[in-house]
């Protein structure tokens, strides 16, 4: 037993020496925390009426706009490089560095959340007015409790930096998980007693589980909290770098506060639908978009002297965001449904809720690609040190979807699903922008080769999405009870063959037959048209499982998606 907990021991604090070992550990975690959230969601669904959960997603609003623009905004742009830096020259200087960085940040962060949760009431008034009063009055108080959170976030998300430079990468990929955990825990064990305040106090627990997960290591490395709060050379260093990738979120949260500002003037559920499907959306754009542009950036940094390299490593990145995320996008328009009624469905979450969720998520699920291609060529700006472009572009789409937002549901009367199609829009728009100053940056991008490249994806793409959908409606009883769709014309015995989907077990078992059959004749297809994406993800599953060591440069980190509070 000693030893077993010894060598477990040594599993969670080792560091990951390979390529293959982080991003294994990585995508492990993240999808885990990611599929814990779903069923966090899931508790809440069964908890609280969609009106009621509207209100507990508005108050983490003013929290997370102070979170991502002072806490994100700096480690994930910023922290890390100056740090690893500071580390490999002088080790005492980096460690002084981790503590005054926790030092300003909980300064600035307490000044902003008094300020805040003093003025909350009004401040939410603002933002969310189509709420009542006393609507008003209670997402103010959660959100008040919800900056305790955010103040253990401040330092847990430093110490995940200090962990990631040292090569760390389990235990900040396992501190989401506790984060969850809290909030599933609490909601279940005290939500009948206390309602919403059972969330919202399992908030608090999560995010002090997801500092404590860390801290113990962090301290064993060297980490060591200070009194100073004077700024030294690596702070200084570490805002100056700091400054576009905050003003870049500010951006992002102009366009989070004016879709809770719409959904409010909507219906009171509204953004609770807004909500649900965008974190459903949002799990293959993390896995694939994020995770491709994080590990082609530093590969692209060191070719941005070598144009030819530096454009071909660009291209496949691309081409296969587009291999990954064309499918599921299409996989979500017709699964919209089935998949909202597998996480979401409860006896709460009616079936008029369902629809609603359904169609924000189809309407989501056209911009998925281009959240990719965005996240993509935004860091091979970067590579190229250029942080300027991506800004103004993300200013732009920031304009674009402010603008849609405001026309399609105050000028046109749409209901929520209109806030998705504005966003789609504006990613689109940004996609266009990026590739554009891209050719005319390096050249090469958009050549015959690239767009046969794309043909053949979407060849292979709409079979299967037409194939999906048949498999679907033939096989789905309630299509053939109220006949709808085509099959209306025909007259087939249909209780022999067809699953009642109002159980969850044949719902479940009809949407993975629909969703692997659509996968085989999307894979099919694209072996038969030669797909060289294809080919590249055969080649890299093999790599993988054939356990070939690709061996991190010390000046080399890799970081793992951040798993947002809300």
């Known amino acids: 037993m000693n030893e077993f907990i010894k060598n477990g021991k040594k599993f969670l604090i080792r560091p990951q020496n390979s390529v293959v070992s982080a991003a294994s550990v990585i995508m492990v975690m993240v999808v885990a925390s990611r ?59 980096a460690w002084e560095t981790a503590g005054r960085v926790v030092n300003i940040g909980l300064l600035i962060f307490v000044v902003f959340a008094l300020l805040f949760g003093i003025f909350a009431q009004p401040i939410y008034s603002f933002m969310a007015p189509g709420f009542s009063e006393a609507e008003i009055l209670r997402i103010a108080q959660i959100a008040r409790i919800l900056f305790a959170a955010q103040g253990f976030f401040v330092v847990s998300y430093i110490l995940t930096g200090v962990l990631e430079s040292q090569r760390r990468f389990l235990i900040p990929a396992l501190a ?119 590990a082609s950036l530093p590969l692209l940094s060191r070719q941005g002297d070598d144009p030819i390299s530096f454009r071909k490593t660009l291209l496949t990145a691309i081409s296969q965001s587009i291999f990954l995320t064309v499918p599921i996008s299409i996989a979500l328009i017709v699964l919209r449904i089935p998949a909202v009624r597998l996480v979401y469905g409860t006896r709460i979450f009616d079936w008029a809720s369902t629809v609603q969720t359904g169609m924000v998520l189809s309407t989501f699920a056209l911009g998925i690609t281009f959240q990719t291609l965005v996240a993509i060529l935004g860091r091979a700006f970067f590579a190229l040190h250029d942080t300027k472009t991506p800004v103004f572009v993300s200013f732009v789409g920031l304009f674009l979807l402010v603008v849609g937002d405001f026309l399609l549901v105050i000028y046109f009367g749409l209901p929520v699903w209109a806030l998705a199609a504005s966003f789609s829009f504006s990613v689109f728009i940004e996609t266009i922008l990026l590739f554009y100053l891209m050719e005319r940056r390096i050249g090469g991008i958009l050549t015959k080769g ?24 033939f096989f789905d009883r309630s ?43 999307y894979f099919g297809i694209s ?3 030669k797909s060289e994406e294809l080919v590249l993800l055969f080649s890299t599953v093999r790599r993988i499982f054939q356990r070939k060591k690709v061996i991190v440069s010390s000046k080399e980190t890799i970081s793992t998606p951040i798993d947002e509070p809300s």
């Open 35 to 93: 599929i814990l959230g779903l069923i966090r969601q899931r508790v809440l669904a069964n908890y609280f009426a969609p009106d009621e959960l509207s209100l507990f997603f508005a108050a983490f609003r003013l929290p997370d706009l102070l979170f991502e623009v002072l806490v994100f905004g700096t480690f994930s742009s910023a922290f890390i490089p100056v740090f690893t830096k500071e580390f490999k020259e002088r080790k005492s200087l």
């Open 176 to 294: 989401p998980v506790f984060y969850n955990l809290g909030i599933v825990v609490l909601t279940v064990l005290l939500s009948p007693s206390l309602g919403l305040l059972a969330p919202t106090l399992g908030v608090v627990l999560g995010a002090l589980a997801h500092f404590l997960t860390q801290l113990p290591l962090a301290h064993k490395l060297g980490f060591k909290f200070v009194w100073g709060i004077r700024p030294d050379e690596g702070t200084k260093k570490i805002g100056k770098l700091a400054l576009p990738r905050v003003i870049d979120l500010s951006f992002d949260q102009i366009g989070k506060t004016a879709e809770l500002f719409l959904a409010s003037l909507i219906s009171t559920a509204s953004y609770t639908y807004f909500t649900f499907a965008n974190i459903l959306q949002v799990l293959p754009v993390t896995l694939f978009g994020t995770s491709l542009a994080k």
């Open 450 to 473: 690239t767009f046969i490249r794309f043909f053949k994806i979407l060849l292979a793409s709409v079979p299967s999405g037409l194939t999906m959908y048949f498999i679907l409606k």
């Open 479 to 521: 299509v053939w009870i109220k006949r709808i769709s085509f099959v209306s014309a025909i007259n087939l015995p249909f209780e022999r063959f067809v699953l009642d989907t109002r159980y969850t077990l044949n719902l479940l078992i009809l949407t993975f037959i629909v969703a692997a059959v659509g996968m085989a004749i």
């Open 527 to 529: 072996y038969l048209a």
